[in-house]
T-cell receptor, first 114, second 112 residues
Framework: DSGVTQTPKHLITATGQRVTLRCSPRSGDLSVYWYQQSLDQGLQFLIQYYNGEERAKGNILERFSAQQFPDLHSELNLSSLELGDSALYFC?????????????FGEGSWLTVV | GESVGLHLPTLSVQEGDNSIINCAYSNSASDYFIWYKQESGKGPQFIIDIRSNMDKRQGQRVTVLLNKTVKHLSLQIAATQPGDSAVYFCAENREAGTALIFGKGTTLSVSS
C-alpha cells in the first residue's frame, strides 16, 4: 500500500458525461500528480500541483481540469467524455517536487466510457 | 520530442536467471532516474532510483546502472522470480518542478 488513495476504483459512464476522480496523497506529501494510462500505453503526465498551486502541465486536454484543495486532496474533472478517454487514471504524490523525492502512485481509477 | 524509451517491449526469462531491462533517454539535462514496477491492475511501484552523479546503485536483488555518455539506463534483477513478472518502466525527472516522464515499458515474463 503506497498510502495514496484514489476513488472511485472503477467507473463506467456514457459519452458526453462528466466525472470527477478523487485523490488523497500520502500523509505529509504536498505535491500531487495525475497520469493517464491507456491500453498498451505508458503513463502520460497530465498535471501537477504543489501545496494547492498548479506546478506543471503535461498533455492534459482542455476538457479536463484539476485542482488541489487546502487539505491537499486533489480532484481531476473530466468533461464531455469521449470513448478515447477510457483509461486508467493514476494519482501520485511526493513530499515536494524536488528530484530525489520518491513519487508514490495510487492504485488508479479505471474509467470506461461507453 | 525528447522522451524516455525502452529498448525491448518484452523480455522472457527462466526463474533463477538474471534479467536486464534497458532504457535509453535523450535529455542530457536529466539528473534523476527511477525504475517502477507495475503489476497487472495495480499502480506503479517504486523499485530504485539513481541521481546523475552516480553510475551504479544497488538495492535488494536489483541494481541500476547509468551511463551518461550514451544516455543509457539499465535495471538488473538478480535471481529473477515469478513474482517479478510485471511491466517495468524507467522514468526521468529532469528538474525540480517538472513531473516524471515515463517510457513505454518492458513486460518481463518469468517462467518456472
Amino acid at each position: 500500500d503506497s498510502g495514496v488513495t484514489q476513488t472511485p476504483k472503477h467507473l463506467i459512464t456514457a459519452t458526453g458525461q462528466r466525472v470527477t476522480l478523487r485523490c488523497s496523497p500520502r500523509s505529509g506529501d504536498l505535491s500531487v500528480y495525475w497520469y493517464q494510462q491507456s491500453l498498451d500505453q505508458g503513463l502520460q503526465f497530465l498535471i501537477q500541483y504543489y501545496n494547492g498551486e498548479e506546478r506543471a502541465k503535461g498533455n492534459i486536454l482542455e476538457r479536463f481540469s484539476a485542482q488541489q484543495f487546502p487539505d491537499l486532496h486533489s480532484e481531476l474533472n473530466l468533461s464531455s467524455l469521449e470513448l478515447g478517454d477510457s483509461a486508467l487514471y493514476f494519482c501520485a504524490s511526493s513530499v515536494d517536487p524536488s528530484p530525489g523525492n520518491t513519487i508514490y502512485f495510487g492504485e488508479g481509477s479505471w474509467l470506461t466510457v461507453v | 520530442g525528447e522522451s524516455v524509451g525502452l529498448h525491448l517491449p518484452t523480455l522472457s526469462v527462466q526463474e533463477g536467471d538474471n534479467s536486464i531491462i534497458n532504457c535509453a533517454y535523450s535529455n542530457s539535462a536529466s539528473d534523476y532516474f527511477i525504475w517502477y514496477k507495475q503489476e497487472s491492475g495495480k499502480g506503479p511501484q517504486f523499485i530504485i532510483d539513481i541521481r546523475s552523479n552516480m553510475d551504479k546503485r544497488q538495492g535488494q536483488r536489483v541494481t541500476v546502472l547509468l551511463n551518461k555518455t550514451v544516455k543509457h539506463l539499465s535495471l538488473q534483477i538478480a535471481a529473477t522470480q515469478p513474482g517479478d513478472s510485471a511491466v517495468y518502466f524507467c522514468a526521468e525527472n529532469r528538474e525540480a518542478g517538472t513531473a516524471l516522464i515515463f517510457g513505454k515499458g518492458t513486460t518481463l515474463s518469468v517462467s518456472s
